[in-house]
């Protein structure tokens, strides 16, 4: 049974650009969540998606973006990107929306 | 709204030693408490959770008692090895948005570091 796997690792975009965002959920999951998390930060929570609809939302603005795909992988989409959002970009699976959630290793994402 | 208080770190401890990390929360409802563990380049990963008051989540040594009356959900654990060091996360799950897991608003995190 694979983990929560997500992609890429790393990458370096600059200010104004659009970014996207990669998540496999595990095996027989079939929701997933976004968290943020800045430098010296706890995670913060951006958005669920469960059987391909956002099941809710933290306290971020619409160009941060979800989809969820028919086999529960998801992406997180960012435009307009600005210096603040360089961050670690953590995905999280669960069985179902209220199951034990498993991250990834996360996306570093640095905005220049 | 609902938030999560932890102790700064880092906290640096020689094996063997007592540890403690204070959490603290404020939350409408009942919550479910958790503390999470990063290990250095990697993903966060559940050490213990808490569903329900006087309810104690334990894992690996580590301990945690949901303590309604002072709102704290504080880790422990009587011995430390080197292999504990790491970022310790205490979180609670959102019960505004349908008492998901998934849901879950962190603390800051504390960084242990156990020396030998």
């Known amino acids: 049974e694979t983990g929560v796997t997500q992609s890429p690792t790393h990458l370096i975009k600059t200010r104004g650009q659009q970014v996207t965002l990669r998540c496999s959920s595990q095996?027989?999951?079939?929701?997933v969540s976004w968290y943020q998390q800045a430098l010296g930060q706890g995670p913060q929570f951006i958005f669920q998606?469960?059987?391909?609809?956002?099941?809710g939302r933290g306290n971020f603005p619409p160009r941060f973006s979800g989809l969820q795909f028919p086999n529960y992988s998801s992406e997180l989409n960012v435009n307009a990107l600005e210096l603040d959002d360089s961050a670690l970009y953590l995905c999280?699976?669960?069985?179902?929306?209220?199951?034990?959630?498993?991250f990834g290793q996360g996306t570093r994402l640095t905005v220049v | 709204g609902n938030s999560v208080t932890q102790m700064e770190g880092p906290v640096t401890l020689s094996e063997e030693a007592f540890l403690t990390i204070n959490c603290t929360y404020t939350?409408?409802?009942?919550?479910?408490l958790f503390w999470y563990v990063q290990y250095p380049g990697e993903g966060l990963q559940l050490l213990l959770k808490a569903t329900k008051a006087d309810d104690k989540g334990s894992n690996k040594g580590f301990e945690a008692t949901y303590r309604k009356e002072t709102t704290s959900f504080h880790l422990e654990k009587g011995s430390v090895q080197v292999s504990d060091s790491a970022v310790y996360f205490c979180?609670?799950?959102?019960?505004?948005?349908?008492?998901?897991?998934?849901?879950?608003?962190f603390g800051k995190g504390t960084k242990l570091s156990v020396k030998p």
């Open positions: 979180a609670l799950s959102d019960q505004n948005y349908g008492g998901s897991q998934g849901n879950l608003i």
């Open positions: 999280a699976s669960s069985f179902t929306k209220n199951t034990e959630a498993f």
């Open positions: 939350a409408t409802g009942y919550p479910s």
């Open positions: 095996s027989g999951h079939n929701t």
């Open positions: 998606y469960y059987r391909e609809e956002e099941n």
